[in-house]
């Protein structure tokens, strides 16, 4: 292994397993690409960039592996709009048809990757995403029987999605990523709740969307096995202003000390934020709780009409700010990229995402005898990754290739504004444990 690579893997980096050491692998010469597929424009855009900026920081720190030199393919999957999955599968049949490209990171999306992994899956090219959590895209099963209001699990195809057996025709699994599932927001707020908040008593709001309707299944089932009550449940149709405060002041009545929302912005959630002023007591004295459907989002913020304090949403991600260990690296990112503005919520997570792919690639590369690896053993490489230390935390994957670092951070908006990013305001860990 080459110095640029053995360096940052005894730094911890890229994990201990890459600095075993006692033997090294001939010299190649070229190039080597990683396609990177994320929406670099549209109303995600800035996000997107943001996680860019930590892949990029890693390649800058690490120019060559094993005798490669390392460059990123980019490719926008929104031009200009949403995230376009069709446009999203063309960039990986323009990544496969790329001789030197090895491996792609992203997309951002699950729609996106839904369409993208069947793609890729049949040309044996791995993927890594620092950001989709929808558990259809690794597992069959969208709610487990024990996050279930019936107890019963309820599967993709009940959901209305593919399930993840249905998008991998060669029947190998080649996608994974670093962010946990949604399925385990709804109990992390319920972790938070109870833990944090000291909440035993609370209502749950729901908008009939199959993500909302789990979020709220997962947060009651968890709320209840921690020792809470749930004093009532609704159903609101998204996209309507509904009126729930003859709801809101029957839940009061009941003893709720919070409301705890499934669903996103656009779901009414935080417009029933402002409803409960008048009816609970306003801000922090009565927490609202969500997922990331409302999480540092600023129409979420308008909507709550003045009474946006105490509300908590759950993300799939580590706020690497948050953790001691992560503080040189941060320090140097922002050292080499200046503005505040080059920074976000996964540009951290994208950098270990990165360096967890080069350390895959790395054991390709040996195993291939210093030459380019095929494609397929980067797939094989990247399934026994373990105890890999990146900036984020101890990173592996499970048999179907969701992240073993199962940390979700909880944040509320910030006092500056509307605008203002979210500020951190706890994490729940089911590394250990899954909570059921």
Same mark, same amino acid.
């Given at each position: 292994?080459?110095?640029?690579?053995?360096?940052?893997?005894?730094?911890?980096?890229?994990?201990?397993?890459?600095c075993?050491?006692?033997?090294?692998?001939?010299?190649?010469?070229?190039?080597?690409?990683?396609?990177?597929?994320?929406?670099?424009?549209?109303?995600?855009?800035?996000?997107?960039?943001r996680?860019?900026?930590?892949?990029?920081?890693?390649?800058?720190?690490?120019?060559?592996?094993?005798?490669?030199?390392?460059?990123?393919?980019?490719?926008?999957?929104?031009?200009?709009?949403?995230?376009?999955?069709?446009?999203?599968?063309?960039?990986?049949?323009?990544?496969?048809?790329?001789? +030197?490209?090895? +491996?792609?990171?992203?997309?951002?999306?699950?729609?996106?990757?839904?369409?993208?992994?069947?793609?890729?899956?049949?040309?044996?090219?791995?993927?890594?995403?620092?950001?989709?959590?929808?558990?259809?895209?690794?597992?069959?099963?969208?709610?487990?029987?024990?996050?279930?209001?019936?107890?019963?699990?309820?599967?993709?195809?009940?959901?209305?999605?593919?399930?993840?057996?249905?998008?991998?025709?060669?029947?190998?699994?080649?996608?994974f990523?670093?962010?946990?599932?949604?399925?385990?927001?709804?109990?992390?707020?319920?972790d938070?709740?109870?833990?944090?908040?000291?909440?035993?008593?609370?209502?749950?709001?729901?908008?009939?969307e199959?993500?909302?309707?789990?979020?709220?299944?997962?947060?009651s089932?968890?709320f209840?096995k921690?020792?809470?009550?749930?004093?009532?449940?609704?159903?609101?149709?998204?996209?309507?202003?509904?009126?729930?405060?003859?709801?809101?002041?029957?839940?009061?009545?009941?003893?709720?000390?919070?409301?705890?929302?499934?669903g996103?912005?656009?779901?009414?959630?935080?417009?029933?934020?402002?409803?409960?002023?008048?009816?609970?007591?306003?801000?922090?004295?009565?927490?609202?709780?969500?997922?990331?459907?409302?999480?540092?989002?600023p129409?979420?913020?308008?909507?709550?009409?003045?009474?946006?304090?105490?509300?908590?949403?759950?993300?799939?991600?580590?706020?690497?700010?948050?953790l001691?260990?992560?503080?040189?690296?941060?320090?140097?990112?922002?050292?080499?990229?200046?503005?505040?503005?080059d920074?976000?919520p996964?540009t951290?997570?994208?950098?270990d995402?990165?360096?967890?792919?080069?350390?895959?690639?790395?054991?390709?590369?040996r195993?291939?005898?210093?030459?380019?690896?095929?494609?397929?053993?980067?797939?094989?490489?990247?399934?026994?990754?373990?105890?890999l230390?990146?900036?984020?935390?101890?990173?592996?994957?499970?048999?179907?290739?969701?992240?073993?670092?199962r940390?979700f951070?909880?944040?509320?908006?910030?006092?500056?504004?509307a605008?203002?990013?979210w500020?951190?305001?706890?994490?729940?860990?089911?590394?250990?444990?899954?909570?059921?």
């Open positions: 292994m080459r110095a640029a690579v053995l360096a940052a893997a005894c730094l911890g980096l890229i994990g201990a397993s890459a075993a050491g006692g033997w090294s692998v001939p010299t190649a010469a070229g190039s080597l690409h990683i396609g990177v597929d994320l929406p670099l424009s549209g109303p995600e855009g800035p996000a997107a960039q996680a860019l900026n930590g892949m990029r920081f890693f390649v800058q720190q690490h120019p060559t592996l094993d005798g490669f030199n390392v460059s990123i393919t980019t490719s926008d999957d929104a031009g200009g709009g949403p995230p376009n999955p069709q446009l999203g599968a063309a960039n990986i049949t323009a990544f496969i048809n790329d001789p +030197a490209l090895v +491996a792609v990171i992203g997309p951002f999306d699950s729609a996106v990757a839904r369409r993208e992994i069947p793609v890729a899956n049949a040309a044996a090219l791995a993927m890594v995403s620092p950001s989709t959590s929808s558990p259809c895209l690794t597992k069959d099963t969208y709610l487990p029987a024990a996050l279930a209001p019936t107890g019963r699990a309820i599967t993709c195809k009940d959901a209305g999605l593919p399930p993840a057996s249905e998008l991998r025709p060669a029947h190998v699994n080649n996608f990523r670093l962010a946990p599932t949604d399925d385990l927001q709804g109990p992390a707020a319920a938070f709740a109870v833990k944090t908040l000291h909440v035993l008593k609370a209502a749950v709001v729901s908008d009939h199959a993500y909302g309707q789990a979020l709220a299944a997962g947060f089932r968890r209840e921690l020792g809470g009550s749930v004093v009532g449940h609704t159903d609101l149709d998204p996209g309507t202003e509904g009126d729930a405060t003859a709801f809101l002041a029957a839940v009061k009545r009941a003893g709720a000390r919070a409301v705890y929302f499934g996103a912005t656009a779901g009414s959630g935080c417009a029933i934020r402002a409803q409960m002023k008048g009816i609970f007591d306003p801000g922090a004295a009565t927490p609202f709780l969500g997922a990331d459907g409302i999480a540092d989002d129409a979420c913020v308008t909507a709550a009409a003045g009474n946006a304090a105490g509300i908590y949403a759950t993300a799939p991600l580590v706020d690497a700010t948050s001691p260990a992560a503080a040189a690296t941060l320090t140097a990112f922002k050292a080499a990229f200046g503005r505040p503005a920074y976000g996964y951290m997570v994208a950098y995402t990165t360096a967890v792919l080069y350390a895959a690639i790395d054991r390709a590369i195993a291939a005898g210093g030459q380019l690896p095929v494609r397929g053993n980067v797939i094989s490489q990247l399934s026994g990754t373990s105890g230390t990146g900036v984020t935390g101890t990173i592996g994957f499970d048999a179907a290739g969701d992240t073993t670092n940390v951070s909880v944040t509320e908006p910030s006092s500056e504004g605008a203002a990013p500020r951190l305001a706890g994490n729940v860990d089911y590394s250990a444990a899954l909570p059921y």
